[in-house]
Each structure stands twice: as C-alpha cells, then as structure tokens.
C-alpha cells in the first residue's frame, strides 16, 4: 500500500488553548485508529499540518478536516508520495510555531498563497523533524 503525505494551511477559527487540546484529543484518537501520522504547526493566525499515512486513509482525513469549523480557509499545498514517514512515531505532534514559519505582515502579504509550490512547506516540517529527532528520550 503506497504511502502518501500531504500538507495543508489553515486559518483558526476562534482559537484558544481549549480548542486546540479538543483538535489534537480528535486528532490523535482518530490518527491512531487509521496509521495516520504527522504534525501541527500552531499559531493564532494558521494552522500547517502534515498528514501521512496510506492513501485512502489521508484522504479521507483531509476530507473530515476540511468540513471542520474551528479553522477556515484549507489550502492544499502538497500531495505526494513517499517510501518513509516523516513522524512515524507521532500520531500527531504539535508544535508552537517558531520564528521561521511567517510573520503575521508575511501571512497578510500572502507568503501561504504563495507557497502553492508546495515542496517549500516540507522544509518547515523537515526542520521541525530533525530538532525532535535531537531531543526525543
Ligand atoms: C486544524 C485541525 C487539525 C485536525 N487534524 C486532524 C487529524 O490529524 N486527524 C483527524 O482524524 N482529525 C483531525 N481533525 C479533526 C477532524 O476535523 C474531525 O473532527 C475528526 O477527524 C473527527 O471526525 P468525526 O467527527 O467525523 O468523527 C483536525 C481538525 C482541525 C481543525
């Protein structure tokens, strides 16, 4: 079964701390039923997730994700396949968005647009990836 990766942007739709604990909660009971992993990349102002997993199954993810109204907006950015995960061991890590996602004048400047290319959103979860693979115990 070829494994597919995907990644979107969104916008919050009313975030708070709340919220976002009830997403990941969602999240990671469903990501572990299905084989799906992958990361969330929080702030007030966007979402970037990565889903991975077999196909039909992050298909059909994005398609529950998408009809969800904490956030707004889904953007897909890239949809491709690959021989190995990027976050096997997550069924969904989050990670408060560090300075190298976009600034807020970035993200009204259009920098998610932008970015339909795609492969230049992989490079955000690449990094992130790497600096959890330094730490985890
Ligand atoms: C930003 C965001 C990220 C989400 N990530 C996932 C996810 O990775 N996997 C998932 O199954 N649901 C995720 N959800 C929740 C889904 O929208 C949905 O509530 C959940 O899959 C349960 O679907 P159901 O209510 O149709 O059973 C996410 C929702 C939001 C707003």
């Known amino acids: 079964m070829p494994l597919t990766q995907m990644i979107y942007a ?48 992050v298909e059909a993810t994005y398609e529950r994700i998408i009809q969800d109204d904490r956030h707004v907006n889904p953007v897909r950015l890239l949809t491709h396949e690959i021989d190995a995960r990027m976050f096997p061991e997550w069924s969904m890590l989050d990670d408060p968005a560090k300075s190298w996602v976009w600034s807020i004048a970035e993200v009204r400047g259009g920098a998610v647009e932008r970015f339909s290319a795609g492969k230049e959103a992989l490079k955000f979860f690449q990094r992130l990836a790497a600096s959890r693979a330094d730490t985890a115990g």
């Open 10 to 57: 969104s916008q919050p739709f009313g975030f708070d701390d709340a919220m976002l604990a009830g997403i990941l909660l969602d999240a990671r009971r469903c990501n572990a039923r299905d084989d799906v992993t992958g990361a969330l990349i929080v702030r007030g102002d966007m979402y970037l997730q990565l889903l991975e997993g077999p196909k039909s199954k």
